[in-house]
């Protein structure tokens, strides 16, 4: 079994998975409050990578982060290295990659929220931000929990990204995906068998746990 | 003028009906002042502009000496920061949070004993002792109300606004909490203004009424005095009493009662 790959993947999951919390919720919260007319802009550009071929994507992202690139170019001055072929560069392309998987649930989560709590917290005081962390996020927790269980296991489970803009480096780029589809191409159906039986037994366990818990201790709450 | 609010304002809606808002009520003594009138006249917007909830296109609110919207300043003080108690239609009690966390809420920064000193209080004033564990949505309508004015008033706001504090609950109970919560409005000594389409409310709660119908205030002064001098003909209808300057008695049933829910 490839553990190095197995970890690897978990690492860029884990890492995603925290940017688009960190990214996802506050443009969620923006794009279901604003009234901006542009809005639906916004909105088709984060739906992009539901659609497009990941090869489509890994391909832009792989010019937007070459060398010769501004950022490409920035990147390297700041840091002393390239982003293509890094984890870093597998960590931003991924993060495009799942932004929808996260920021759709969120919204939906966020749109449901009766306007009229955050207006009584408002009365009561507390700003649009302490309203976001007191009121929202709470009532929006099984949106938010579904945006990170989805982003989560869709990271585990890419591949055209992957391949595209961190290729197969074995410890910095080769994720589990890359690695089965590596072994089988070798003929090593033993090791593509062993790894792919580990991942999809870690895949049903963490939804398994996460339906279970959501069932049990997180239900949208009764508002009357 | 220091000690009164005075708002006139015109806020029109993305479909097209304008609402115009003219108060002055005494804010230095507690009076309930009543903003009475049919389904969709526009009182609830009223309210909300008041508490700055709506933003109006024109006009000036002042409470005492702040201002708190002029529209030729563009001056409009959010919600935070006009220190009202708001008491919305459903009550809109936080669901995630249990009753004596809703009636803390706004106490976010105070110091722990002084805390819970002040929601003791609200708990034992609007008897809530035993419920206090309890989430919204495990306690009555009435029960509800009482959560929402500790709530509102933990904090002692200069104003306390009720949007149609009684349309929530059915016909049997309301009369119960009509009676209880006119009895709490008369304690709490803090001016207030009641968003309501129910005469009896009216009269039962109100010190001041202001009447409005189609967007506009008809008329204004002491509940009683309204009532016996209604100025035109809508006035009288919408309070169900005689016209005076018709000569005929508008009948209860000219206007069907106005269902629950205004916008």
Known sequence: MDWQAIGLSLRLSFCTTLILVLLGLPLAWWLAQTRWRGRFLIEAVVALPIVLPPTVLGFYVLMAISPRSPLGMFYESWFGQRLPFSFQGLLLASVLYSLPFAVQPFISAFTTIDRRFLEASWCLGESRTRTFFRVAIPLAWPGVLSGIVLSFAHTMGEFGVVLMVGGNLEGVTRTVSISIYDHVQALDYHTAGQTSLMMLAFSFAVLAVTYSLQRRFVHAWPTR | ?263
């Not at chain 2, 006249?41 to 296109?57: D, M, N, Q, W, Y």
């Not at chain 2, 110091?111 to 309890?134: N, S, V, Y």
């Not at chain 2, 309508?141 to 933990?154: E, M, S, T």
């Not at chain 2, 409005?185 to 129910?198: C, S, Y």
Request: proline content about 6%; some cysteine; aromatic content about 4%.
């Open chain 2, 1 to 263: 003028m220091a000690h009164t609010l005075t708002a006139g304002f015109t806020k029109t809606h993305p479909g097209g009906a304008s609402i115009q808002g003219e108060l002055g009520l005494p804010i230095d003594t507690h009076s309930v002042t009543i903003l009475f009138g049919p389904s969709g006249c526009g009182k609830t917007t009223v309210l909300r502009s008041i508490a700055g909830l709506e933003r109006p296109e024109s006009g000036l609110i002042r409470c005492g000496d702040d201002v708190w919207f002029d529209a030729e300043n563009r001056i409009c003080l959010s919600p935070q920061r006009r220190n009202i108690g708001f008491v919305f239609q459903d009550y809109a009690l936080f669901p995630h949070l249990t009753i004596r966390q809703n009636i803390g809420y706004a106490l976010r920064g105070t110091p722990a004993g002084e805390k819970a000193r002040r929601i003791e209080e609200m708990i034992e004033r609007f008897e809530l002792t035993e419920l206090d564990r309890r989430h919204p949505w495990q306690i009555s309508g009435g029960q509800k109300q009482r959560v929402a004015l500790a709530r509102a008033l933990v904090r002692s706001p200069r104003l306390l606004l009720l949007d149609e504090p009684l349309s929530a609950l059915d016909t049997t109970l309301r009369e119960e909490v009509r009676d209880e919560l006119r009895g709490h409005l008369r304690k709490i000594g803090i001016p207030t203004i009641l968003v309501t389409h129910d005469r009896e409310e009216t009269r039962l709660l109100g010190d001041q009424l202001v009447v409005m119908d189609k967007g506009r205030v008809q008329q204004s002064g002491p509940v009683e005095h309204v009532f016996k001098n209604p100025v035109n003909h809508a006035v009288a209808r919408s309070l169900g009493v005689q016209d005076k300057n018709a000569g005929g008695r508008a009948s209860d049933d000219a206007r069907p009662k106005p269902p629950n829910h205004t916008p």
